[in-house]
C-alpha cells in the first residue's frame, strides 16, 4: 500500500518503538507516488501564485439605462493588462455565450454579430476591465463573467 502525507501514515505499519509523536511509516514510498506527490504539491504552489478575478456580486439596471461591469485581479502584483480578458454572459437555462475579448485598443475581439452596445475597455484607475452594455435591453438579463488569459486572444 503506498503512503503519502499524514493520512497514510495510518494505513502504514508503523517502525517499532516509535511513539504517537514521532511515527514513521515502516512502508518506503516508492517513486512514482514520490513523483506524484511532488507534481501534485507543484501544482499546488502554482495555482496559488496564479491571479484571481472579482467580479460584483449583482447590479440592477432598467432597459434604456447603461449597466458596467468590472473585472479586477488579485493578487494586487498581477496587472490586468498583462492579461487579455474574455466575458460570457449565461441566460437562465442557457449555456455561457462568449461576448467578447479584450486586452487593450489594439489587442480586441468581439464577434461580428455582437450588438454594438456591448464594449469593453480597461479603467487605468483601478486596474480593471470594464464591460459597458449601452443601452441595456430586456435580453439582457443574464449572469456575466470573466476570465483571463495568458498573452493570447480566444
Known sequence: MPC?????SQQC??????GPSRRKPACPLPLPMATWCLVLLTGVLLAASQPTLAQPDALLVFPGQMAQLSC??????AAIRDYGVSWYQQRAGSAPRYLLYYRS???Q???????????????????????????????DDADYYCSVG???SP
Not at 4 to 8: E, M
Not at 13 to 18: E, Q, R, T
Not at 72 to 77: I, M
Not at 116 to 138: E, G, H, K, N, Y
Open 4 to 8: 503519502c502525507g499524514p493520512l497514510a
Open 150 to 152: 495568458y498573452g493570447s
Open 72 to 77: 479586477t485581479l488579485s493578487p494586487h502584483h
Open 13 to 18: 505499519p508503523v517502525a517499532p518503538g516509535a
Open 105 to 107: 485598443e489594439d489587442d
Open 109 to 139: 475581439h468581439r464577434p461580428a454579430d455582437l450588438p454594438a452596445r456591448f464594449s469593453a475597455a480597461r479603467d487605468m484607475a483601478r486596474d480593471a476591465c470594464i464591460l459597458t452594455i449601452s443601452p441595456v435591453q430586456p435580453e
